[in-house]
């Protein structure tokens, strides 16, 4: 697995649940997640899923505190997992061991392959290599042993949480991602992911449905997700992506991904600053207080506005809010929009 960690979740999991694993697709949406565990495939939150739709959509993701995610790689180390070796079979997996990197579309084939036998593994045989995994991997834990190979320490996690769970397995296929403050990924359509652990701000293209793929208690949709799946692997590196500093005004930092659909903006008013304005722009766009107090004026609105940690506020196409801001410490805030 790469030396970043990170991973995703459902977007729809409370904020009190563990990570689900699923794969999403596409409502526009736009969220601060701040528990993560929960395995799914990338399209947009809602309650029910619908089948047939188009394909999932996009998201970025930009980390407001230390965060963690799995993201898409399918990356596996059968040498350090041979239970997963024997869920898969030893074909598929020799396949997948002589597949090298100057064929990509052989590689994504034995990696359909593979994660396909896995998730259409008979339920007593998954369930019996998990607890053999989890078992082994618990006694090198205590004897004091280096189980980074194998994913020990999160693997034990996911276990306590989800015992008997398929997607315990899946964390071999992706990339687990460590994000710093301010940093922020993208995730295109079709991509599995999982969030563990963190805060970020989260924003995505329209969708009207997830399809999970573990870590949940609902129900797995196994051919979709199979047949849906992006399976081209990828260094965690290629889906970090930087912010960069507006021309038009230095408090602000664009983080702009390889897709019409949405942008989002972090805001940092320094505490110098006692008057701030929000510029106006063509498109309808969202403001989430992070951090700081101030109160907000605007030619649409009736009234002064109140804004502090958590607030979020609907900004019309071609409205500009003043902030007066009363906090010792200046504000941060996100900005979620669509750049006409």
């Known amino acids: 697995m790469p030396s970043r960690d990170s991973c995703p979740s459902c977007s729809r999991c409370s904020r009190s649940t563990p990570p689900?694993?699923?794969?999403?697709?596409?409502?526009?949406?736009w969220q601060r997640n701040s528990t993560p565990s929960s395995l799914s495939t990338i399209p947009t939150p809602t309650t029910s899923p619908k089948w047939p739709s188009p394909s999932p959509p996009s998201r970025a993701c930009v980390?407001?505190?230390?965060?963690?995610?799995?993201?898409?790689?399918?990356?596996v180390r059968m040498e350090d997992v041979?239970?997963?070796?024997?869920?898969?079979?030893?074909?598929?997996?020799?396949?997948?061991e002589r597949s090298g990197s100057d064929d990509p579309r052989g590689v994504s084939a034995a990696l359909r392959v593979c994660f396909t036998r896995l998730m259409k593994s008979e339920k007593k045989f998954f369930v019996d290599q998990l607890n053999m995994?989890?078992?082994?991997?618990?006694?090198?834990?205590?004897?004091?042993?280096?189980?980074?190979?194998?994913?020990?320490?999160?693997?034990?996690?996911?276990?306590?949480?989800?015992?008997?769970?398929?997607?315990?397995?899946?964390?071999?296929?992706?990339?687990?991602?460590?994000?710093?403050?301010?940093?922020a990924m993208f995730l295109g359509?079709?991509?599995p992911h999982a969030y563990l652990h963190g805060d970020c701000v989260e924003i995505m293209a329209c969708s009207d449905n997830t399809v999970r793929a573990g870590l949940t208690p609902k129900f797995i949709d196994v051919l979709t997700l199979c047949e849906m799946l992006n399976y081209t692997p990828a260094p965690s590196s290629s889906k970090i992506f930087p912010a960069a500093q507006s021309q038009l005004d230095p408090n602000v930092y664009l983080y702009d991904p390889p897709v019409p659909d949405f942008t989002i903006m972090r805001i940092e008013v320094p505490a110098s600053i006692k008057?701030?304005?929000?510029?106006?722009?063509d498109s309808a766009s969202i403001l989430l207080v992070i951090q700081g107090t101030a109160v907000g004026t605007s030619t649409a609105a009736?009234?002064?506005?109140?804004?502090?940690?958590?607030?979020?506020?609907?900004?019309?196409?071609?409205?500009?809010?003043?902030?007066?801001l009363s906090s010792p410490d200046g504000m941060l805030l996100?900005?979620?929009c669509c750049l006409l």
Not at 63 to 75: E, K, T
Not at 302 to 324: K, P, Q, T, Y
Request: charged share 20%; with cysteine.
């Open 20 to 29: 689900c694993l699923s794969r999403r697709t596409p409502t526009r949406s």
């Open 82 to 96: 041979p239970e997963l070796r024997a869920l898969i079979g030893e074909v598929a997996a020799e396949q997948l």
């Open 275 to 281: 008057l701030y304005l929000i510029s106006a722009m």
């Open 63 to 75: 980390a407001s505190g230390l965060w963690r995610r799995l993201s898409p790689s399918f990356r």
């Open 334 to 336: 996100f900005r979620a």
């Open 133 to 183: 995994l989890v078992r082994r991997i618990s006694q090198e834990v205590a004897e004091g042993k280096d189980t980074s190979g194998s994913n020990g320490d999160l693997l034990l996690r996911l276990h306590s949480q989800y015992p008997g769970d398929i997607g315990c397995f899946t964390i071999y296929f992706l990339n687990l991602v460590r994000l710093e403050p301010g940093e």
């Open 302 to 324: 009736a009234s002064e506005m109140s804004l502090h940690r958590g607030s979020v506020l609907f900004i019309s196409a071609n409205e500009s809010i003043s902030l007066h």
């Open 189 to 191: 359509a079709n991509e």
